[in-house]
């Protein structure tokens, strides 16, 4: 009954730009931290989280390029993606920590987008 929903993947060149949607639907109390997760050949890793405050983490290997951000009337969490490497491509998940009910929280994953940098 709770669901979180990706979009905005897409083939875009080296270089090139990238914004990343997830959107929280259901019936829940709140949202918590948020974050976004990739996994290419290797195991998931993440890339970047957003606290209920506004405070963000990065990948050191974003830092700089990606800004992490969200709109809590919206209940929607975005990725925006600059100055993007070959190394970039992979699949790209949103993860929440969902109060469901009150004093119940979930972790829950959406299904991922890809995105690819290709020259």
């Known amino acids: 009954q709770v669901q979180l929903v990706e979009s905005g993947g897409d083939l875009v060149q080296p270089g090139g730009s990238l914004r990343l949607s997830c959107a929280a639907s259901?019936?829940?109390?709140?949202?918590?931290?948020m974050g976004w997760y990739r996994q290419g050949p290797g195991q998931r890793e993440l890339v970047a989280a957003i606290?209920?405050?506004?405070?963000?983490n990065y990948a050191d290997s974003v830092k700089g390029r990606f800004t992490i951000s969200r709109d809590n009337a919206k209940n929607r969490v975005y990725l925006q993606m600059n100055s993007l490497k070959l190394e970039d491509t992979a699949v790209y998940y949103c993860?929440?920590?969902?109060?469901?009910?009150?004093?119940?929280?979930?972790?829950?994953w959406g299904l991922g987008t890809l995105v690819t940098v290709s020259s």
């Open positions: 993860n929440a920590y969902i109060e469901t009910i009150k004093d119940l929280t979930l972790e829950i």
């Open positions: 259901g019936s829940f109390v709140s949202i918590n931290n």
């Open positions: 606290t209920s405050g506004g405070r963000t």
